[in-house]
């Protein structure tokens, strides 16, 4: 583009950083199929935790805290993976609501 003399330019536009994720060498992986969440006006606390058949307790493995909108975000970003999930996979099958589906999840 040819620009004409007291033409502004436009300054050039930054481009977005790139975001490093570092994974440590020695993470363990939580694994929970129980998350207990509660909310206060500043944050969302989500405690993951395992049931497992016949047990009386269920052993919190992670907490983790976040902002409204990074629960928000977090909702979004999960929606948009499990549309991903079941376009590739097929539709993942929840049973009922109500008391049944802890029954038909955690009893033997």
């Known amino acids: 583009m040819t620009q004409h003399p007291g033409t502004p330019q436009q300054p050039p536009q930054p481009q977005p950083a790139q975001l490093q994720i570092e994974l ?6 939580a694994y929970s199929n129980f ?5 206060s006006p500043s944050e969302f606390i989500l ?4 049931i497992m ?14 902002t409204p909108m990074h ?9 948009e993976n499990i549309d991903k ?12 609501q109500g008391e049944a589906l802890a029954n038909q999840l955690f009893k033997s």
């Open 24 to 29: 440590p060498a020695q993470l363990e992986p």
């Open 35 to 39: 998350v207990m969440i509660q909310h």
């Open 47 to 50: 405690d993951f935790a395992r």
């Open 53 to 66: 058949p016949n047990m009386p307790t269920a052993r919190v493995g992670a907490r983790v805290v976040m």
């Open 71 to 79: 629960a928000k975000l977090l909702v979004r970003a999960l929606q």
């Open 85 to 96: 999930f079941e376009a590739q996979y097929g539709a993942i099958y929840v049973p009922q």
